[in-house]
């Protein structure tokens, strides 16, 4: 930050009322208020670490840069004229402005404020987010997080129209050349049957085996919709026969359970589903597996705070995210 306010005291300008620039330094305001304040040059010019041929030279320079006289100086005290004064309640008020400036950036660089706006899909969040934001609001007490709950397709769209910074996705879904991806979860995907259904009594099935059955889905905007659904044709080889469709896993689960239906959800979720008229079935010979990310927008910039969320969430995701399975 010091560089940063050696800069700042280098390039500052102010454009006076009659035609032309003034440029003028915030030093020179800074030699000139200790001054004022010491009234004594050879006291100011020692508490700023220069000489006071060369302290004189700054003032006179700030002078003829206003056009106006500031100080009128006798062998052993210095007082300030009417321009001075002016001057002096001005340079003051810069001067101040300038640190809180100063104090307000550093703030945020070391997570003392600031914000995230991070995009969730509600399956997701119910799972993973309220440890993960705990945890991450525990060590960053001021940071505030603004938390949308949107569908895949929503956070993806939202990320790239800069209405939140930062999302999480699943990653066959989205574009790599529009986002920045951080994988945080990988997953098999697993089948619900009834405890009634000609599959209960079997450990493992295929894609082709549900050919013929009657699927419950999750609504289109969410990113498992068109995730199993593109396996469905292009490793069991048929277009699945959707009966119902919802945003809510544990809605899905119970009509698995009335008989209405199957369904392949995250191994997550199916463990938490409690009817036990409900039989997992592991899904065999496929790929398909749902693997979350943090994404944002490439090329755009990311606050201080949203950075060291990705941060937090990469280096902890292993206790984080994988321990409710536990």
Same mark, same amino acid.
């Given at each position: 930050?010091?560089f ?5 005291e280098?390039?500052f300008?102010?454009r006076?009322?009659?035609?032309g620039v003034?440029?003028?330094e915030?030093?020179? =305001?800074?030699?000139?208020l ?8 050879t006291?100011?010019a020692?508490?700023?670490h220069?000489?006071?041929?060369a ?6 320079s =700030? ?8 100080i009128?100086?006798t062998n052993?005290?210095?007082e300030?004229?009417d321009?001075g004064?002016?001057?002096y309640?001005y ?19 070391d997570?003392r404020?600031g ?9 997701i969040?119910s799972?993973?987010? &309220?440890?993960v =934001?705990?945890a991450?609001h ?8 603004d938390?949308?709950e ?8 939202? !990320?790239l129209?800069?209405?939140?910074e930062?999302?999480?996705?699943v990653?066959?879904m989205?574009?790599?050349e ?15 049957v009834?405890d009634q ?7 493992s099935?295929?894609?082709h ?6 699927f419950?889905f ?6 498992l919709f068109?995730?199993?659904?593109q396996?469905?044709?292009?490793e ?5 026969n !959707?009966?119902?469709q919802?945003?809510?896993w544990?809605?899905?689960s ?7 239906g199957?369904t392949?959800? &995250?191994?997550?979720?199916c463990?938490?589903?409690?009817n ?8 065999t010979?496929?790929d398909?597996?749902w693997? =979350?990310?943090?994404?944002a927008?490439?090329g755009k910039y990311?606050?201080h705070?949203?950075k ?7 280096e902890?995701?292993?206790?984080l995210?994988?321990?409710h399975?536990?």
């Amino acid at each position: 930050m010091l560089f940063f306010l050696e800069s700042l005291e280098k390039s500052f300008t102010l454009r006076k009322k009659q035609p032309g620039v003034l440029h003028m330094e915030l030093r020179q =305001l800074r030699y000139f208020l200790t001054v004022a304040k010491h009234k004594n040059f050879t006291k100011a010019a020692g508490l700023l670490h220069v000489s006071q041929p060369a302290l004189s030279k700054m003032i006179r320079s =700030l002078e003829e840069e206003l056009g106006e006289k500031l100080i009128e100086r006798t062998n052993k005290i210095t007082e300030l004229t009417d321009a001075g004064k002016v001057v002096y309640e001005y340079a003051a008020n810069i001067l101040s402005l300038t640190e809180d400036l100063i104090h307000s950036l550093e703030d945020l660089t070391d997570l003392r404020r600031g914000g995230i706006s991070i995009g969730i899909p509600p399956i997701i969040g119910s799972l993973f987010f &309220p440890r993960v =934001l705990a945890a991450f609001h525990k060590k960053h007490p001021n940071i505030k997080v603004d938390i949308k709950e949107y569908g895949a397709k929503k956070v993806a769209e939202s !990320i790239l129209e800069g209405e939140i910074e930062i999302g999480v996705a699943v990653i066959q879904m989205i574009s790599e050349e529009d986002f920045e991806t951080y994988p945080i979860v990988e997953e098999d995907m697993v089948i619900l049957v009834n405890d009634q259904h000609r599959l209960a009594k079997k450990a493992s099935a295929a894609l082709h085996e549900l050919k013929n059955e009657e699927f419950i889905f999750y609504n289109e905007d969410f990113a498992l919709f068109e995730l199993v659904r593109q396996h469905c044709i292009s490793e069991g080889g048929f277009e699945p026969n !959707i009966l119902f469709q919802s945003s809510q896993w544990d809605f899905m689960s119970e009509m698995v359970a009335a008989g209405m239906g199957i369904t392949i959800l &995250p191994q997550s979720i199916c463990n938490r589903v409690q009817n036990t008229s409900v039989v997992q079935v592991k899904l065999t010979e496929t790929d398909l597996k749902w693997k =979350l990310a943090i994404i944002a927008a490439s090329g755009k910039y990311l606050s201080h705070a949203s950075k060291a969320f990705i941060h937090f969430l990469m280096e902890g995701k292993k206790s984080l995210l994988h321990s409710h399975n536990q």
